[in-house]
């Protein structure tokens, strides 16, 4: 068993900067989490509060249903894999493996039988002469996370740990992340800037900004419900379409999204939501994923400015009025005109439109103000967000 | 790049060179050249008198030579303190200091720095004062305390003159290798500390097994230099006890100057010169194999 609660955890610098909101998380034994958000939003100070490297200046952190405010890392019983892989430079592979467990005065066989076997598992076991900086940048991500993976931690802590790789070599360790995981089946958290990872690493993901958490989900749940304009923003390749100056009306009881003057009556499920919100007709902004826009049909039309063929799709960039627009569409039976300066007509299904609320920026169906006050407290400051 | 390009290209970069290769040459290379040249000559660099080849004659005297032997014993002595003591105590101070506040680590950093860009006179005399047969502060507070009874001739005495220079030494050593380690340390690379904190090491475990391996060229360097300047330590002993009293302060540096300036053999100086340079290059070798094994 090793469940990680963070219990309205604060970080506060000496320069009175507060990077961390109150953080609130239980994550569940064995769970791989992962915490996505720009630069400066806080994730890595919460990663480096649980493992011991940083301060909490309030609030409670339990490893294993024990109190580890001021334990020091040393005692935590974690492992990290950093960034920058922090391999220490003038030991050889096999001492940067050993090291932790030489330190706990393990027996010699027992650390060479660990060493040798998380080094197969690896395949770093002809490297295990050499000193670091004879290996290249993946060959020294794989020591380094066979150095977290000789300890047997009951939680395993990696920061950025793909970011120094080059986009074909984050692919192929993203894939082997996800098999080491299945093979140490140990508790994970994961932090990234990139949401392509965070979506396919992590069982559940917490988005940060600014400090806050603004929603912990499962990938599905984010990509599809996200709770405010900036989740909707920054988790999807290509990045969510906005279409400001909206209107969400209300006629008769009936909602329509109306978007540059075409009218969309809402789905079902979206009626039944907004009516139990009580919504009443307001400005909005309107998102549409580029998967879920349709062209050579509909109302809507735009001037295409950009068309990139990709092979299978494809990425059609559009100026529609104000509104820029990003469509990803399949090559296959394809029959209108994208070329660039082309007009194209455009559509999408009513229930695939997210509506946001135009001053706070909430999603008017997914945003639950109660439940997300309940589990992070944060979100009270979504309206200034 | 073509090779006309790269040809107009070396020179130029030669003709750049030129002003400090002349420099160097004639004021490095060609002294160094006459120096191990006139150590085999009784030279006197006097016109009239030509200088006599003889061999190994100077080098077999040096070592028949007491004054020599205890030169070189003080100078070893002088070595074999100040350079352990140079190099842990400003570790230390720098360890501790490193991580202050940037007005603290300033301050810290001009007490220790002061010494060294202090005019090596201005020091001394400072220093002659303090170790005062009548009237020096050292005599007054042992004798307030009552830890001796009667003044001590602290640079008069065979038995405390070569300490009380090894101390003065000492101040003026440990600035640079202060500010030196306080630099590596701030350099190290914290991610290798934070690394060890997690793998479970110690304060001291992180301190000996990651930061000194991280700082060792650091070390070297410093071991290198304070062996050199206290090989070469000249200065403090011209200014306050000329090698005296009986010899108990005489440095090779000193032997060295007294036998070709004062006595005019050149050639015995240069000599000595020679296996100076001789033990500075086995010593700094032996420190740069040890530290290239660890």
Known sequence: MSEVKLVGIKKIYDNNVTAVHDFNLEIKDKEFIVLVGPSGCGKSTTLRMVAGLEEISDGQLYIDGRLVNDVAPKDRDIAMVFQSYALYPHMTVYDNMAFALKLRKTPKAEIDKKVREVAEILDITSYLSRKPKALSGGQRQRVAIGRAMVRDPKVFLMDEPLSNLDAKLRNQMRAEIIKLRQRINTTFMYVTHDQTEAMTLGDRIVIMKDGFVNQIGTPKEVFNKPVNLFVAGFIGMPVMNFFDNCKLLKENGVYFAEIRGVRFELSPFQQAALKQNGAESCEIVCGIRPQHITVGEGELTGRVEVSEMLGSEYNIHAVSGEDNVVMVIPTVGLETDVSMGATVNFTTMPELIQLFDKKSGNNLIWFDKESAEKNHPVCKSYDSL | ?294
């Not at chain 2, 997690?198 to 990651?210: L, P």
């Not at chain 2, 300036?261 to 010169?273: H, I, P, S, T, V």
């Open chain 2, 1 to 294: 790049m073509s090779p006309a390009l790269r040809r107009r290209e070396n020179i130029s970069g030669y003709l750049f060179l030129l002003p400090s290769l002349v420099f160097f040459v004639g004021f490095v290379v060609i002294p160094m050249i006459m120096c191990v040249v006139t150590s085999f000559y009784d030279a006197n660099m006097n016109l009239n008198t030509p200088d006599v080849f003889i061999g190994f004659g100077n080098y077999v005297e040096l070592w028949q030579d007491p004054v020599f032997i205890k030169a070189l014993v003080n100078t070893f002595i002088i070595v074999g303190v100040s350079v352990p003591f140079v190099c842990a105590f400003s570790l230390w101070v720098a360890s501790v200091i490193y991580k202050m506040r940037e007005g603290l680590l300033s301050f810290f950093r001009i007490v220790f720095y002061l010494p060294v860009v202090t005019g090596s006179v201005a020091v001394t005399v400072v220093w002659k004062w303090m170790y005062n047969n009548y009237y020096g502060i050292f005599n007054h507070l042992l004798k307030g305390a009552g830890i001796i009874d009667s003044n001590i001739n602290w640079l008069g005495d065979p038995k405390y003159a070569l300490w009380c220079i090894i101390i003065i030494l000492l101040t003026t050593s440990v600035g640079q290798p202060i500010v030196l380690y306080v630099s590596a340390l701030s350099n190290v690379d914290q991610s290798l500390v934070e690394a060890a904190e997690v793998d479970g090491a110690t304060n001291f475990q992180v301190f000996w097994r990651i930061k000194w391996r991280q700082i060792m060229p650091t070390t070297l360097y410093i071991l290198v230099i304070t062996t050199i300047n206290s090989f070469q330590c000249f200065a403090l002993i011209q200014l306050l006890t000329s090698g005296g009293p009986n010899y108990a302060t005489e440095t090779v540096m000193y032997y060295i100057y007294y036998t070709a300036f004062k006595l005019y053999r050149f050639g015995y100086g240069n000599a000595m010169g020679v296996i100076l340079a001789i033990f500075i290059g086995l010593l700094s070798a032996l420190q740069f194999r040890l530290a290239k094994e660890k």
